[in-house]
T-cell receptor
Framework: AQKITQTQPGMFVQEKEAVTLDCTYD???????LFWYKQPSSGEMIFLIY??????QNATEGRYSLNFQKARKSANLVISASQLGDSAMYFC???????????FGAGTTVTVRA | NAGVTQTPKFRILKIGQSMTLQCTQD?????MYWYRQDPGMGLKLIYY???????DKGEVPNGYNVSRSTTEDFPLRLELAAPSQTSVYFC?????????????FGPGTRLTVT
């Protein structure tokens, strides 16, 4: 079974600063995909970034980057230059082949202060 | 494209009542999912489908039923509503896009059972 752990229930960050959200995972499958989603207070789930287990480089999407450390089984999300609109809950999720569903972590709430 | 649509957005049920949450996607995705999200928690998989006519249980299927008669539609049925089913319900769909099985989420249905 796959497991995703997010140990930071809530974080505060100053506007324009960077913030790192932790995510560790556990799977015995050598092939897997890691996803980060954002859930603002309005409730929708917004896809942010994806990292495949065989990707040679860390994924980046605009101000989002993924610090992927395969040996440590961690996939931390880095948000650079935080904006007030980044205040939301962030979920890490994993998918393995032939198991079509995503396994989600408990989430981390980020509050950006002006 | 509308993506994934869900109806209703909000619903209040009395204990023992039944209802169907509707989900439709227009992306011709083979895979569809139902998740529930309890307050302050991550998403838990209720049921999923890998194609029309095929459904399977997720982590928390008790009290729910699904059907998948077409590629587009994946309704979730609650037969005898209980307070424990008070939650936000998300429908999602996915398919191979050449790199990932990114899941696209609907806006959610907020259900209260009293």
């Amino acid at each position: 079974a796959q497991k995703i752990t997010q140990t930071q229930p809530g974080m505060f960050v100053q506007e324009k600063e960077a913030v790192t959200l932790d995510c560790t995972y556990d799977t015995s499958d050598p092939s897997y995909g890691l996803f980060w989603y954002k859930q603002p207070s309005s409730g929708e789930m917004i896809f942010l970034i994806y990292q495949g287990s065989y990707d040679q480089q860390n994924a980046t999407e605009g101000r989002y980057s993924l610090n992927f450390q395969k040996a440590r089984k961690s996939a931390n999300l880095v948000i650079s230059a935080s904006q007030l609109g980044d205040s939301a809950m962030y979920f890490c999720a994993m998918r393995v082949p032939n198991d079509y569903k995503l396994s989600f972590g408990a989430g981390t709430t980020v509050t950006v202060r002006a | 494209n509308a993506g994934v649509t869900q109806t209703p957005k909000f619903r209040i049920l009395k204990i023992g009542q039944s209802m169907t949450l509707q989900c439709t996607q227009d992306m011709n995705h083979n895979y569809m999912y139902w998740y529930r999200q309890d307050p302050g928690m991550g998403l838990k998989l209720i049921y999923y489908s890998v194609g029309a006519g095929i459904t399977d249980k997720g982590e928390v299927p008790n009290g729910y039923n699904v059907s998948r008669s077409t590629t587009e539609d994946f309704p979730l049925r609650l037969e005898l509503a209980a307070p424990s089913q008070t939650s936000v319900y998300f429908c999602a769909s996915s398919d191979w896009d050449g790199r990932t099985y990114e899941q696209y989420f609907g806006p959610g249905t907020r259900l209260t059972v009293t």
